[in-house]
């Protein structure tokens, strides 16, 4: 299983430094661990710290990673319960076409 350090190094990769999001994110592993994304500001800033977010995905780390491999479909995830967004859900749906 990945780290929480992997995937954070893996959205920042993923994000890039002007994705055009305009918009902050945050992923919430629960007992794993979070990562931020503000994609408001340029350069983007991906951390672990606990901010404010325009939008909140709570997901499981091991379902992250298997959306993450194409092995469970976001939809599937968010149909199971798996998956919760919180907040614009506009703005969940541009992370997704990016990720």
Known sequence: MKTLAEVTQRLREQ????????????FDFGGDGLVHIDAATVPHVVTNEDRDADCTISIALDDFLEMAAGE??????????KLKIDGSMSVAMKLADLL
């Open 72 to 81: 469970l479909n976001p939809t599937t995830a968010f149909m199971m319960g």
């Open 15 to 26: 994000v890039g430094e002007d994705s055009g999001l305009e918009a902050t994110f945050k």
